[in-house]
């Protein structure tokens, strides 16, 4: 049995309309700061997974309700172009969001939103 590259899951993400409000919030409930705090984006670290929040991200259809979980990864490029080759469909490209964080989405065949991060402050 081989090993898998997939690292399972890292983060996952909720799109938000007040990002003060949702920080406020987010913090009440699960009892601590976040780690990565923008106007952008906020981060929480909650057991080694990331619970974050997004003021631009936006559902793509009412089956999606705006959540997309990322499956962390040891090389994005490599996975990205992988999931490309066996069929999925770009969604959004590799991008660097910050502190050596990637990202990028895939649509698989079926129309469902596939995440991948690398996160070097998650081992």
Known sequence: MSISPFLGPRTVIYGVNDIGKAKSFYTKILGV????????????????????????????????????AYWGVEDIDIEYKKILAA????????????????????LDPFGNVFGLIYNPHFK
Do not use: C, M, R, W
């Open 87 to 106: 069929g999925g469909k770009e969604h959004s490209k590799v991008k660097n969001v910050g502190d050596d964080i990637k990202v990028a989405t895939i």
């Open 33 to 68: 700061e976040p780690y990565f705090d923008q106007s952008y984006y906020v981060g929480y670290n909650i057991g080694g997974f990331e619970l974050g929040l997004d003021p631009n991200a936006k559902p793509i259809g009412d089956s999606h309700a705006g959540v997309v």
